[in-house]
């Protein structure tokens, strides 16, 4: 009896470990199509990016004129992310690539 129990814990703990593993690709936790994750990690890379040239500057790492270009070229992308974002979720929304 003792061993037929042992077994029995034995599958369940390799099942825990080896199903999410194993289905990690085939579902989408979020519920949404990719796009939409593949958009938010850009704005959050692009924000994060924002305070990295700010520190930069700060820290004299980076021209003024540099700083410049690089923040206006990086919050004009934020732009249009956020703007993909907004109408990813909408009907009649932007058309995935």
Known sequence: MALVIAV???VAAFGLVFIPI???GTKDLGGGDGYEDD???ERDHLLAGLKDIDM????GKVTPEDHADMRRSMEDRAVDVLAEI???GRPGGPPHP
């Open 8 to 10: 029995i814990v034995i």
């Open 22 to 24: 194993l289905t990690s």
């Open 39 to 41: 958009l938010c990690a």
């Open 56 to 59: 930069d500057l700060a820290m």
């Open 86 to 88: 907004d109408g990813a």
